[in-house]
């Protein structure tokens, strides 16, 4: 059975912050139907984001990618639902703009690979990793109200007619 409790930790980069993409981006995972559990703005140091991106160490890019996710705050999130890290990365679309589809974040809303304007994880053990990195006690337990509007038939179908 699929899990809808997964969760992803998406970020908003420092260019969507500053382009003033949060509320947009934001809206979409809303009405989706994704629950938000965890959301902070946060001024992340070298140090930080040397952990979060450490599998691109070896990257020609890697330096110019820290400074660019340090350069100004980031909107950090939790969402959870079923399916919520795939269904995440394809929302954001492509890792190169010029690759993803438009209805996708990246695909709608920027144009070059090194101001994608937002992360998502790649899998459910990055997410729980990442989401281990970003938030420690900080997490909201809340009920949904949507959730049985999301996931089960509300309203039995009737079988005489
Ligand atoms: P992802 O964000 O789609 O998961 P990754 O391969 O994990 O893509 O790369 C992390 C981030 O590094 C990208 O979102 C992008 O900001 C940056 N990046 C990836 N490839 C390049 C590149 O070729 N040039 C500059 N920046 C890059
Ligand atoms: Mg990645």
Same mark, same amino acid.
């Given at each position: 059975?699929?899990?809808?409790?997964?969760?992803t930790?998406?970020?908003?980069?420092?260019?969507?912050?500053q382009?003033?993409?949060?509320?947009?981006?934001?809206?979409?995972?809303?009405?989706?139907?994704?629950?938000l559990?965890?959301?902070?703005m946060?001024?992340?140091?070298?140090?930080?984001?040397?952990?979060?991106?450490?599998?691109?160490?070896g990257?020609?890019?890697?330096?110019?990618?820290?400074?660019?996710?340090?350069?100004?705050?980031?909107?950090?999130?939790?969402?959870?639902?079923?399916?919520v890290?795939?269904?995440?990365?394809?929302?954001?679309?492509?890792?190169?703009? $010029? &690759?993803?589809?438009?209805?996708?974040?990246?695909?709608?809303?920027?144009?070059?690979?090194?101001k &994608?304007?937002?992360?998502?994880?790649?899998?459910?053990?990055?997410?729980?990793k990442?989401? $281990?990195?970003?938030?420690?006690d900080?997490?909201v337990?809340y009920?949904s109200?949507?959730?049985?509007?999301?996931?089960?038939?509300?309203?039995?179908?009737?079988?005489?007619?």
């Amino acid at each position: 059975m699929e899990d809808k409790k997964e969760q992803t930790f998406i970020a908003i980069k420092p260019d969507g912050v500053q382009r003033g993409l949060i509320g947009e981006i934001i809206k979409r995972f809303e009405m989706k139907g994704f629950k938000l559990v965890a959301m902070k703005m946060v001024h992340a140091s070298k140090e930080h984001l040397e952990k979060h991106y450490e599998d691109l160490k070896g990257k020609p890019f890697f330096p110019t990618l820290i400074k660019y996710m340090s350069s100004g705050p980031v909107v950090a999130m939790v969402w959870e639902g079923e399916g919520v890290v795939k269904t995440g990365r394809v929302m954001l679309g492509e890792t190169n703009p $010029a &690759n993803s589809k438009p209805g996708t974040i990246r695909g709608d809303f920027c144009i070059n690979v090194s101001k &994608n304007i937002i992360h998502g994880s790649d899998s459910v053990e990055s997410a729980k990793k990442e989401i $281990a990195l970003w938030f420690k006690d900080e997490m909201v337990k809340y009920d949904s109200c949507a959730f049985d509007w999301l996931y089960q038939a509300a309203v039995p179908i009737p079988t005489d007619q």
